[in-house]
């Protein structure tokens, strides 16, 4: 299994937007995130003093082709569709890949 | 069993100490982490394009009654001379109490 770490923010105006539209998840893409093996998912979302919103989020990957799993759910129509409702809430914190928002942590500590 | 997710901002010219601490965190630190029910622990770096430094940590609290164990584990001579090392790293992101360095974030999802 492995833990990853991922670091993005968003448009303080789109904030409520994606805070609402993860209250209510689309079963499709919950259906497709365990059919690609992602689990005990967490966001978790904070408002900084200057304004800045920041997001975090902490999944573990329990199968064995991470990327073959991410080509598959990209894929999936139903996931294209709710990318197309979050994606534009987010203020790309670096230099992306086109169509990333997600950052990736580096693992400092770990205890089971 | 509660899932916490809490930022934190390290002073870029100490962020190689924090990070070498926590590659060898000390046995009484982790055997009292344990002891307070703190488990599947994580922290996560990443530095910004602007040279900001942020961490993230997730935990899952185990036991229940997560201020008394706080209590217990600040009690502890050792996980204070621990904090002693790695507070000093710290730029604490907002006005936070004495002696606090991580700030608490918010829950937007989870998937088991």
């Known amino acids: 299994m492995k833990r990853f770490g991922w670091i993005g923010q968003l448009k303080p105006p789109m904030t409520r937007k994606y805070i609402d ?20 998912y967490s966001i978790f979302h904070k408002e900084l003093p200057d304004g800045t919103h920041l997001l975090f989020s902490y999944v573990e990957y329990t199968g064995d082709n991470f990327e073959a799993d991410m080509r598959r759910m990209a894929a999936d129509p139903e996931v294209q569709r709710w990318w197309a409702e979050c994606k534009p809430c987010f203020e790309p914190i670096e230099n992306l890949p086109p169509g990333e928002v997600w950052a990736l942590m580096e693992p400092v500590f770990y205890q089971q």
Do not use: F, G
């Open 21 to 40: 539209l993860h209250a209510n998840t689309w079963p499709a893409v919950l259906r497709r995130n365990k059919d690609c093996h992602l689990e005990n």
